[in-house]
């Protein structure tokens, strides 16, 4: 059974960082690209960003780029979110998502529990 | 950038009636169109790609249709555990994770 739990979320000031943690298990993670995606509270899915499977390419939304992080470990089975430079419409539930392939622009097969982030002073 | 609609934002239904849900991309997206049902407190679950392929273990009653522009969701005979909110979300252009703003499916 595919698992992605996610871990890592709490509370931030803003213009603080954290660091989130997917946890994949039972299936081959190095094969596949992995997404980030949020949802604010009570709104509506928001893509963060992507990463191939080899780690080499990474894409992000414009409303992160230059903040947040994507990265991977295969040895570990775990996809990272490098959080920077926190802001208030950063407070979001943060989702990993697989996707069936390599390929980066696909559906989400599975999705995490999600972890939530709260930015607030 | 494809710009995804759903419509409408909230419907109404009582269990074993039949849902319709629509879709609408701002351009041709094929079939690259995917469902997720979301339920509160829960990350999405893939209902259908394709434009009409049910994922692994979603039963008959969910059924996609459409390509280009048009799509739609349909619940056959809706059970208590189908009440939830759907998205739709495109995968034929950049960037990815393109969703619809969702519609609300609750109990008349």
């Known amino acids: 059974q595919v698992q992605l739990v996610e871990s890592g979320g709490g509370v931030a000031q803003p213009g603080t960082s954290l660091r989130l943690s997917c946890a994949a298990s039972?299936?081959?993670?190095?094969?596949?690209?992995m997404h980030w995606v949020r949802q604010a509270p009570g709104k509506g899915l928001d893509w963060v960003a992507v990463?191939?499977?080899?780690?080499?390419?990474?894409y992000y939304a414009d409303s992160v780029e230059g903040r947040f992080t994507i990265s991977r470990d295969n040895s570990q089975n775990t996809l990272y979110l490098q959080m920077n430079s926190l802001r208030a419409e950063d407070t979001a539930v943060y989702y990993c998502?697989?996707?069936?392939?390599?390929?980066?622009?696909?559906?989400?097969?599975?999705w995490g529990q999600g972890t939530l982030v709260t930015v607030s002073s | 950038e494809i710009v995804m609609t759903q419509s409408p934002a909230t419907l109404s239904v009582s269990p074993g009636e039949r849902a319709t849900l629509s879709c609408r991309a701002s351009?041709?997206?094929?079939?690259?169109l995917a469902w997720y049902q979301q339920k509160p407190g829960q990350g999405p679950r893939l209902l259908i790609y394709?434009?009409?392929t049910r994922a692994t273990g979603i039963p008959a009653r969910f059924s996609g249709s459409g390509s280009g522009t048009e799509f739609t969701l349909t619940i056959s005979s809706l059970q208590s555990e189908d009440f939830a909110v759907y998205y739709c979300?495109?995968?034929?252009?950049?960037?990815?994770?393109?969703f619809g703003p969702g519609t609300k499916v609750d109990i008349k």
């Open positions: 998502a697989r996707v069936p392939t390599a390929m980066l622009n696909y559906y989400f097969d599975y």
């Open positions: 039972a299936f081959n993670f190095r094969s596949h690209a």
């Open positions: 990463i191939s499977k080899d780690g080499d390419r990474k």
């Open positions: 351009q041709s997206v094929s079939s690259n």
């Open positions: 394709g434009a009409s």
């Open positions: 979300q495109q995968y034929n252009n950049w960037p990815p994770g393109t």
